[in-house]
């Protein structure tokens, strides 16, 4: 069973920087998108941003020109880099996996909260 360990997320100010991590047990092989989504308090699950296997990435437009996605494949981690964060962007964070025999899987979730 695939475990998906994340780490980085707290309490920031606006304007503030976080850095979010996780790691994938399973290995690069066969990794096909890795990303991060988030729910905010009273309001669906959103995709924040993703990468492929191949490097391209995409992101929300709430996010862009703020947040960058990365992956180490050596490492077989993802990163969410988060500037200049805003409220609006409190939510808790949770990574995705997934792999080409169709495996989907979901990390623990990490809270971040940016004060006003």
């Known amino acids: 069973q695939e475990q998906l360990v994340e780490s980085g997320g707290g309490l920031v100010q606006a304007g503030g920087s976080l850095r979010l991590s996780c790691a994938a047990s399973?290995?690069?092989?066969?990794?096909?998108?890795m990303g991060w989504y988030r729910r905010a308090p009273g309001k669906q699950r959103e995709l924040v941003a993703g990468?492929?296997?191949?490097?391209?990435?995409n992101y929300a437009e709430s996010v862009k020109g703020r947040f960058t996605i990365s992956r180490d494949n050596a490492k077989s981690t993802v990163y969410l880099q988060m500037n200049s964060l805003k409220p609006e962007d409190t939510a808790v964070y949770f990574c995705n996996v997934r792999r080409g025999f169709g495996g989907n899987y979901w990390g623990q979730g990490t809270q971040v909260t940016v004060s006003s």
């Open positions: 399973g290995g690069i092989f066969s990794l096909v998108f």
């Open positions: 990468i492929t296997s191949g490097g391209s990435t």
